[in-house]
């Protein structure tokens, strides 16, 4: 594959408007050989690399291409099967080249959760963001709306929970209007638990809020979300009884605004979202329903641990995980660690070079999957029965079994327990064929 066809079938849209592929690296990049300075991305794809000839300086993260796509597909036909929409969650990724395979599978649109996540979204073409946060710093909106003003193709929504809020994004509105901009800012009101994050704590909030925007000409209350992910990260009944008691708070809040002629149709059916990557087989159980009302909806789910999946928590706790589940969605471990055995150091303890820098360890260390020498054609064994036990900032601490045998120098690899603290750490990912073979280059933009 030359650099130029390489490029042409990822249809390469980089954030900062140009194809990074063919720039010069000017320095060392993390996880590539220091000899691949004064290259570019595509020269290197053009020499048909693969992760063991050098071009590669472990640790390394890299993605795997049939994985990726057979987690992109699986959870668009999920969907498609349940009825709903994707908003896929950017923050996970912050990958413009995935967001492509995401819209290309029928995502309805990119979901982000800062300002900042918004324009590398718009200044990678993404056609359709959802802030599913609260929208409060005044120049950033004056920039959405001018946006807003300049491209009828480009669509926005974001959250309020508060008047305050309204007030804010309806003044920014006013003077947008009085300078051209025909469309009005779509919002959603957010729902939240008392104790948790942003969100209207209770039904009154949420009226209040929802009749502070619809009084305002220049905004358009489009639909009611929330985030049930953080209520717990258990499957116990405790936790799954408050998951749905919460996503029912939704649900009576759509169906209330929706009743007092508060909620616009954007078109489509208002809209009713929640679900991370944990309990989004709930969300689409109670909220991809027509509202109390019978107004049709459009329940928009907004996962994002998906697209890599893992081979840790959201192995576990993955709705297509559990006991049980429908065999016909399963997720795949798309992401792998590699890195190097540094030492030996005593019996049945190995030092590997992968640290805190490098891998998640938030919910769940490392798992060991293979280990082979650094040779470019070697054999590779299966390291399924080594465990992790600690890590350093530098340094993956590894149980070896009785008899397993390393040498100094050997590439090891580990599946990583959650996504999006992985891909913050990496700000270039091969993504690699089944054979090693590297397909493509994956850009992060944190």
Not at 27 to 36: C, D, E, F, N, Q
Not at 175 to 199: H, I, K, N, Y
Not at 295 to 315: A, K
Not at 383 to 391: E, K, N, R
Request: glycine share 10%.
């Amino acid at each position: 594959m030359t650099a130029s066809t390489a490029a042409d079938a990822a249809n390469p849209a980089s954030a900062d408007g140009v194809d990074v592929l063919e720039r010069p690296l000017d320095r060392p990049v993390k996880g590539l050989s220091p000899l691949a300075a004064g290259s570019s991305l595509g020269d290197l794809l053009g020499r048909q690399p693969t992760l063991f000839d050098g071009t590669f300086a472990p640790p390394i993260m890299t993605l795997r291409r049939s994985a990726l796509e057979h987690n992109v597909e699986t959870m668009a036909r999920y969907c498609r099967d349940h009825g709903v929409d994707l908003a896929p969650h950017g923050k996970t990724t912050m990958a413009p080249r995935i967001f492509e395979r995401q819209l290309a599978a029928g995502a309805w649109a990119i979901t982000v959760a800062t300002p900042g996540q918004v324009a590398i979204c718009r200044s990678a073409g993404v056609p359709r963001v959802l802030l599913a946060n609260e929208f409060v710093d005044r120049p950033f909106v004056d920039w959405i709306l001018a946006e807003l003003a300049a491209d009828p193709g480009f669509d926005f929504l974001c959250y309020v929970d508060s008047v305050a809020g309204v007030r804010l994004l309806a003044a920014a509105v006013s003077e947008a209007r009085s300078r051209g901009l025909a469309r009005p800012l779509d919002v959603l009101v957010e729902m939240g638990v008392p104790g948790g994050r942003t969100g209207c704590r209770n039904l009154d909030q949420a009226v209040a809020v929802a009749s502070a925007a619809r009084a305002e000409a220049g905004l358009r209350v489009v639909g009611v979300a929330g985030f049930e992910g953080y209520i717990g990260h258990e499957l116990t009944r405790s936790v799954l009884e408050s998951v749905d008691a919460f996503l029912e708070t939704i649900y009576a809040a759509a169906s209330e605004l929706a009743a007092q002629g508060l909620l616009a149709d954007p078109g489509g059916g208002i809209i009713v979202s929640a679900g991370g990557s944990v309990f989004f087989d709930r969300v689409v159980a109670t909220l991809a329903r027509p509202l109390a009302g019978g107004q049709p909806t459009r329940c928009l789910l907004r996962s994002g641990c998906y697209v890599s999946h893992d081979s840790g928590f959201y192995e576990r706790m993955s709705p297509f995980s559990r006991p049980g589940a429908d065999p016909g969605y399963r997720l795949v471990a798309a992401l792998e660690a590699w890195g190097q055995v540094l030492s030996v150091p005593e019996p049945g303890l190995a030092i590997v070079g992968l640290g805190r820098r490098d891998v998640p360890f938030d919910l769940g260390l490392p798992v060991p999957r293979s280990v082979r020498p650094p040779q470019p054609v070697a054999v590779v064994r299966d390291a399924s029965t080594c465990a992790s036990t600690a890590i350093n900032d530098q340094h993956l601490y590894v149980s070896l079994p009785e008899g397993f045998g390393l040498d100094v120098g050997d590439w090891m690899s580990f599946g990583i327990s959650h996504p999006c603290t992985a891909f913050d750490k990496w700000p270039v990912i091969p993504e690699l064929d089944d054979d090693y073979r590297v397909m493509d280059f994956v850009l992060t933009y944190f």
